[in-house]
């Protein structure tokens, strides 16, 4: 690629989740356009093909987090975790862009049919995991459940220094996780943002200033880089924490609290400029292991699409600030 011409010609050649996306994002398209390309998500390509998996009861492959078989030893094992069960299918869906319409009564039949793995709790009530619920909260502000019960767990398990930790439930950890965080945070947005409820907002910028405070990236205690897992940009990068992916959150919540992207940012977009390609584009990492339904990026070392378009979007986002602050 040789133009950014040629680099959004090469976005736009893309599933209909990503298209949309990049109308909406990079070439500013009117409102009508990169809507009418988001409701293909449904009917054309990714989305489809995983609406078209979901099983009778509202589910996808018989489990809530775990296929149905996965700790009986029915289920196929192979490295990493299966992603293939209810709640990763539907952040997926979301995410993509799909109408909740699409889903019709989802909600309904996973409230009667869908169990967590941890003690058969309720789906839409959530379980102890704080990634996981951060997933539920989300998908059932979209999908119109009630999940007005699990939105108070948040700022009701945030721990002393601002953030969550996955392990704090069993007693492993009192320190937050960045990797939890950013889930946590990513979540409770997009509450926000579906039902207009800003009751976790302020919970939500405690987070936000647990991830400020170490600019991202680096640990609070010696200003060393917090993890490889930083640097390392994958898509799909299911729970996997990187600066690319704390950015592109990060612009988010900017976009939507209607503020000025934080000068605590600027390492970790430095970061990313650095690993973009002379062409535009960047690299996809080691992709997470574990069975799939279907590939959505490419294989390790190949420019990948999905990544191009949050690296680049988040780029675009910090220049415009910033040419705006110069003025």
């Not at 992207?261 to 977009?269: E, G, H, M, W, Y």
């Not at 680049?312 to 040419?323: E, I, K, T, Y």
Request: glycine share 8%; proline share 5%; charged share 25%.
């Amino acid at each position: 690629m040789t133009s950014t011409d040629d680099l959004h010609a090469w976005l736009l050649d893309a599933d209909p989740a990503l298209r949309w996306q990049v109308e909406r994002d990079l070439l500013d398209a009117p409102r009508d356009q990169w809507q009418a390309t988001r409701s293909r998500v449904a009917t054309e390509g990714f989305g489809a093909a995983l609406l078209r998996a979901q099983d009778p009861d509202g589910q996808w492959a018989g489990g809530s987090f775990f296929p149905a078989g996965f700790f009986d030893g029915d289920e196929p094992r192979q490295p990493g975790q299966p992603w293939t069960a209810t709640t990763w299918v539907l952040r997926d869906l979301r995410e993509w862009g799909v109408d909740a319409a699409v889903l019709g009564d989802t909600a309904a039949r996973l409230a009667a049919n869908s169990r967590w793995d941890y003690e058969d709790l309720p789906y839409w009530g959530g379980e102890v995991d704080v990634c996981i619920n951060a997933y539920t909260l989300a998908t059932g502000a979209w999908l119109g459940a009630d999940v007005s019960g699990l939105a108070a767990w948040f700022p009701a398990h945030q721990l002393e220094d601002g953030g969550w930790n996955c392990e704090a439930e069993e007693g492993e950890s009192t320190r937050s996780s960045f990797h939890s965080t950013l889930n946590a945070l990513r979540g409770m947005l997009q509450y926000e943002q579906l039902t207009g409820d800003v009751g976790l907002r302020a919970s939500r910028h405690r987070g936000q200033e647990y991830l400020l405070r170490r600019r991202l990236m680096y640990r609070a205690t010696t200003g060393a880089l917090v993890g490889d897992f930083v640097v390392r940009f994958v898509y799909p990068n299911r729970h996997r924490y990187s600066a690319l992916a704390a950015l592109d959150y990060f612009r988010d919540a900017a976009l939507h609290d209607a503020v000025t992207p934080d000068p605590r940012l600027s390492d970790a977009v430095a970061l990313v400029r650095e690993a973009r390609r002379p062409d535009g584009t960047w690299l996809q990492s080691t992709p997470l292991a574990g069975r799939t339904w279907f590939p959505v990026d490419v294989d390790e070392g190949s420019p990948s699409k999905w990544l191009t378009l949050f690296g680049s979007r988040v780029l675009r986002w910090w220049d415009a600030a910033s040419a705006d602050a110069a003025i």
